[in-house]
């Protein structure tokens, strides 16, 4: 089985930075695309970046794009997400997720392994 664990979130002040990590278990990370997804109360998850399997390829959404930087160690089987100049509507709890697809797709429906979360919260 694949197993994901997150780390790096936290309370960052508007502006600020932070810089969460994906570890994956198992051997085969090289052959998932991954992407970063999040989820803010009462909201649906949303993509936030993708990631092809070689790391050639990266995609984000329009709200980060410019911000957020997502790239990845396949020898470490880490996913990374820079994120800067973070904004209170950041706030959310932020997943990756591992997707068998080549180039990481937008609708969360289509990955196949998950991580618990982790908690960015930015305040104003």
């Known amino acids: 089985q694949v197993q994901l664990v997150e780390s790096g979130g936290g309370l960052v002040q508007a502006g600020g930075s932070l810089r969460l990590s994906c570890v994956v278990s198992g051997r085969t990370f090289s052959s998932y695309a991954m992407g970063w997804f999040r989820q803010a109360p009462g909201k649906e998850r949303e993509s936030v970046a993708r990631?092809?399997?070689?790391?050639?390829?990266?995609y984000y959404s329009d709200s980060v794009n410019g911000r957020f930087t997502i790239s990845r160690d396949n020898p470490k089987n880490t996913v990374y997400l820079q994120m800067n100049s973070l904004k209170p509507e950041d706030t959310a709890v932020y997943y990756c997720a591992a997707d068998r697809g080549a180039l990481g797709r937008v609708d969360p429906r289509a990955y196949d392994y998950w991580g618990q979360g982790t908690q960015v919260t930015v305040s104003s």
């Open positions: 990631i092809s399997r070689s790391g050639a390829n990266t």
